[in-house]
Protein backbone atom coordinates (compact mmCIF):
# COMPACT_ATOMS: atom_id res chain seq x y z
CA UNK A 1 0.00 0.00 0.00
CA UNK A 2 1.49 3.33 -1.08
CA UNK A 3 1.54 6.27 1.04
CA UNK A 4 1.03 9.95 -0.63
CA UNK A 5 2.09 12.85 1.67
CA UNK A 6 2.60 16.33 0.58
CA UNK A 7 2.93 19.73 2.42
CA UNK A 8 -0.72 22.02 1.91
CA UNK A 9 -1.82 24.86 2.96
CA UNK A 10 -5.34 25.22 4.93
CA UNK A 11 -7.84 26.59 3.27
CA UNK A 12 -9.41 28.00 6.27
CA UNK A 13 -9.05 28.42 10.47
CA UNK A 14 -12.27 26.41 10.66
CA UNK A 15 -10.49 23.16 9.13
CA UNK A 16 -7.20 24.03 11.07
CA UNK A 17 -9.28 23.60 14.42
CA UNK A 18 -11.06 20.99 13.46
CA UNK A 19 -7.32 18.94 12.72
CA UNK A 20 -6.48 20.72 16.32
CA UNK A 21 -9.48 19.11 17.79
CA UNK A 22 -8.81 15.88 16.40
CA UNK A 23 -5.38 15.77 17.56
CA UNK A 24 -5.84 16.72 21.10
CA UNK A 25 -5.19 13.50 22.36
CA UNK A 26 -1.71 14.14 21.25
CA UNK A 27 -1.30 17.01 23.18
CA UNK A 28 -3.70 16.70 26.54
CA UNK A 29 -3.29 12.79 26.94
CA UNK A 30 -6.33 10.39 25.70
CA UNK A 31 -8.39 11.28 28.79
CA UNK A 32 -8.86 14.86 28.00
CA UNK A 33 -12.35 16.98 28.66
CA UNK A 34 -12.63 20.38 26.47
CA UNK A 35 -14.44 22.69 28.59
CA UNK A 36 -14.61 25.37 25.88
CA UNK A 37 -13.90 26.11 22.28
CA UNK A 38 -15.27 29.58 22.24
CA UNK A 39 -14.29 32.05 25.39
CA UNK A 40 -16.48 34.71 24.83
CA UNK A 41 -13.88 37.55 25.83
CA UNK A 42 -10.91 36.41 23.45
CA UNK A 43 -10.48 36.76 19.88
CA UNK A 44 -9.89 33.14 17.81
CA UNK A 45 -10.99 29.43 19.13
CA UNK A 46 -8.80 29.06 22.76
CA UNK A 47 -9.62 25.36 23.47
CA UNK A 48 -10.22 25.13 27.20
CA UNK A 49 -9.74 22.09 28.78
CA UNK A 50 -9.35 19.44 31.40
CA UNK A 51 -5.93 17.34 30.38
CA UNK A 52 -5.33 13.57 31.10
CA UNK A 53 -4.58 14.36 34.87
CA UNK A 54 -7.58 16.66 35.13
CA UNK A 55 -5.43 19.53 35.40
CA UNK A 56 -6.90 23.25 33.52
CA UNK A 57 -5.20 23.56 29.96
CA UNK A 58 -5.65 25.94 27.22
CA UNK A 59 -4.61 25.76 23.88
CA UNK A 60 -3.92 28.48 21.54
CA UNK A 61 -3.09 28.10 18.02
CA UNK A 62 -2.30 30.54 15.48
CA UNK A 63 -1.53 29.86 11.88
CA UNK A 64 0.89 32.40 11.51
CA UNK A 65 3.96 32.18 13.80
CA UNK A 66 4.49 31.13 17.77
CA UNK A 67 5.50 34.58 18.85
CA UNK A 68 1.61 35.69 18.27
CA UNK A 69 0.48 32.58 19.74
CA UNK A 70 2.06 33.12 23.15
CA UNK A 71 0.69 36.63 22.93
CA UNK A 72 -2.34 35.20 22.66
CA UNK A 73 -2.12 33.17 25.10
CA UNK A 74 -1.15 35.10 27.75
CA UNK A 75 -3.67 37.65 27.26
CA UNK A 76 -6.29 34.80 27.70
CA UNK A 77 -4.70 33.71 30.91
CA UNK A 78 -5.01 37.33 31.88
CA UNK A 79 -8.73 37.38 31.59
CA UNK A 80 -9.40 34.18 32.95
CA UNK A 81 -7.62 35.80 35.89
CA UNK A 82 -9.47 38.94 35.58
CA UNK A 83 -13.28 37.03 35.26
CA UNK A 84 -12.77 34.33 37.66
CA UNK A 85 -16.08 35.24 38.90
CA UNK A 86 -17.53 34.17 35.63
CA UNK A 87 -15.55 31.45 34.77
CA UNK A 88 -16.39 29.80 37.92
CA UNK A 89 -19.83 30.31 37.37
CA UNK A 90 -19.56 28.74 33.52
CA UNK A 91 -16.95 26.25 34.45
CA UNK A 92 -16.73 25.13 37.63
CA UNK A 93 -14.93 21.87 36.62
CA UNK A 94 -12.15 23.72 36.15
CA UNK A 95 -11.71 24.68 39.59
CA UNK A 96 -12.99 21.61 41.60
CA UNK A 97 -14.43 22.30 45.10
CA UNK A 98 -12.66 25.57 45.94
CA UNK A 99 -13.54 29.06 43.62
CA UNK A 100 -9.87 30.33 44.58
CA UNK A 101 -8.07 27.07 43.71
CA UNK A 102 -8.08 28.40 39.99
CA UNK A 103 -4.72 31.44 39.71
CA UNK A 104 -2.83 31.61 36.08
CA UNK A 105 0.13 29.85 36.73
CA UNK A 106 -2.45 26.54 37.88
CA UNK A 107 -3.48 26.10 34.09
CA UNK A 108 -1.50 24.60 31.35
CA UNK A 109 -0.27 26.76 28.19
CA UNK A 110 -0.18 24.61 24.99
CA UNK A 111 0.45 26.97 21.98
CA UNK A 112 0.46 25.40 18.84
CA UNK A 113 2.36 27.26 15.74
CA UNK A 114 4.33 26.59 12.53
CA UNK A 115 6.95 28.31 14.03
CA UNK A 116 8.12 28.39 17.81
CA UNK A 117 7.66 31.56 20.30
CA UNK A 118 11.60 33.38 20.04
CA UNK A 119 12.91 32.30 23.15
CA UNK A 120 11.20 29.17 24.15
CA UNK A 121 14.12 27.38 25.92
CA UNK A 122 14.56 30.57 28.04
CA UNK A 123 10.85 31.03 28.65
CA UNK A 124 9.81 27.26 29.57
CA UNK A 125 12.52 28.19 32.71
CA UNK A 126 10.55 30.15 34.73
CA UNK A 127 7.05 29.45 32.98
CA UNK A 128 6.89 25.50 33.50
CA UNK A 129 3.22 25.24 32.45
CA UNK A 130 4.00 26.64 29.02
CA UNK A 131 4.55 23.66 26.06
CA UNK A 132 5.39 25.11 22.42
CA UNK A 133 4.26 22.41 19.64
CA UNK A 134 5.00 23.34 16.26
CA UNK A 135 2.45 21.97 13.46
CA UNK A 136 2.56 21.29 9.34
CA UNK A 137 -0.20 20.83 7.95
CA UNK A 138 0.06 18.07 5.28
CA UNK A 139 -2.40 15.96 2.57
CA UNK A 140 -2.10 12.22 3.49
CA UNK A 141 -3.49 10.43 0.40
CA UNK A 142 -5.93 13.11 -0.21
CA UNK A 143 -6.94 13.67 3.37
CA UNK A 144 -5.98 16.58 5.61
CA UNK A 145 -3.79 15.90 8.46
CA UNK A 146 -1.51 17.74 11.07
CA UNK A 147 2.42 16.91 11.64
CA UNK A 148 2.54 18.37 15.35
CA UNK A 149 5.90 18.39 17.19
CA UNK A 150 6.65 19.54 20.48
CA UNK A 151 9.12 21.88 20.86
CA UNK A 152 12.08 20.18 22.89
CA UNK A 153 14.05 22.23 25.29
CA UNK A 154 17.87 22.68 25.31
CA UNK A 155 19.63 21.88 28.27
CA UNK A 156 22.86 22.79 29.37
CA UNK A 157 24.99 21.04 31.70
CA UNK A 158 25.67 22.05 35.27
CA UNK A 159 28.46 24.13 35.15
CA UNK A 160 31.83 22.54 36.99
CA UNK A 161 34.64 24.13 38.46
CA UNK A 162 37.04 23.28 35.06
CA UNK A 163 34.32 24.98 33.33
CA UNK A 164 34.27 27.99 35.25
CA UNK A 165 38.14 28.23 35.00
CA UNK A 166 37.77 27.92 30.87
CA UNK A 167 35.86 30.50 30.58
CA UNK A 168 37.79 32.76 32.44
CA UNK A 169 40.50 32.24 30.29
CA UNK A 170 38.50 32.58 27.51
CA UNK A 171 37.72 35.92 28.80
CA UNK A 172 41.55 37.06 29.05
CA UNK A 173 42.00 35.50 25.45
CA UNK A 174 45.34 35.34 24.60
CA UNK A 175 46.70 34.77 27.64
CA UNK A 176 47.94 30.91 29.37
CA UNK A 177 46.59 30.03 33.28
CA UNK A 178 46.28 32.48 35.66
CA UNK A 179 49.57 32.79 37.46
CA UNK A 180 49.04 32.03 41.60
CA UNK A 181 48.55 35.83 42.65
CA UNK A 182 46.02 36.08 40.21
CA UNK A 183 44.15 33.28 41.29
CA UNK A 184 44.24 33.68 44.84
CA UNK A 185 43.56 37.33 44.07
CA UNK A 186 39.76 36.82 42.39
CA UNK A 187 39.45 33.66 44.41
CA UNK A 188 39.40 36.65 47.31
CA UNK A 189 36.79 38.43 45.30
CA UNK A 190 34.67 35.54 45.35
CA UNK A 191 34.67 35.55 41.32
CA UNK A 192 36.34 31.78 41.23
CA UNK A 193 35.07 28.90 43.01
Given at each position: ?11 S ?31 G ?7 S???P ?13 L ?22 E??G ?26 L ?13 A ?16 K????P ?14 G ?8 E?Y ?8
Open positions: MNIDINSTHLSDDMLNELILQSLDKILGSHHKVISRDLPFTCHPILALDRQYALVVVDRREGGQALSGLKILEALNTHRAWVFRLYPLFNDQHALRPHDIQLFILAPTAPPGIDYTQGFTQLHAFTFQLLVNGEAALLINAVTESEPATRAADKIKAEIFRTMPELEKTEDFRNLNIMA
